[in-house]
Nanobody
Framework: VHVAESGGGLVQPGAALPLACVVS????????MAWFRQAPGKEREFVGC????????YYSTAVKGRFTISRDNAENTLYLHMSSLKPEDTAVYFC????????????????WGQGTQVTVSS
């Protein structure tokens, strides 16, 4: 299974930025798909996830109301639309997949992308 993120970059505070994650080599619709992020010197942090087969979507408290996760099972793609970005959102953003039904724990995810850098700065 190959996971690949795209869409990171440098934006100003208050801006929006979309990320995408394409999964190949597995059955995308059956995976719990999640976004994590890791800032320098900090542990990897759960951002949000989308349960398999178009189930529920969950967010961390830090991003709820500003970030939106969606998935397109036909295109094997997970999206993260980030808005009202803050400097504290600066991190490497990772996409991850697991056959576990629901978890927020990074160690439970079998498949990871290489990450994409998001920097929020004026």
């Amino acid at each position: 299974v190959h996971v690949a993120e795209s869409g990171g970059g440098l934006v100003q505070p208050g801006a929006a930025l979309p990320l995408a994650c394409v999964v190949s080599g597995g059955t995308f619709s059956t995976y719990l798909m999640a976004w994590f992020r890791q800032a320098p010197g900090k542990e990897r942090e759960f951002v949000g996830c989308s349960v398999r087969n178009g189930g529920a979507i969950y967010y961390s408290t830090a991003v709820k109301g500003r970030f939106t996760i969606s998935r397109d099972n036909a295109e094997n793609t997970l999206y993260l639309h980030m808005s009202s970005l803050k400097p504290e959102d600066t991190a490497v953003y990772f996409c991850a997949a697991t056959e576990t039904y629901y978890t927020r724990t990074a160690d439970d995810f079998e498949y990871w992308g290489q990450g994409t850098q998001v920097t929020v700065s004026s």
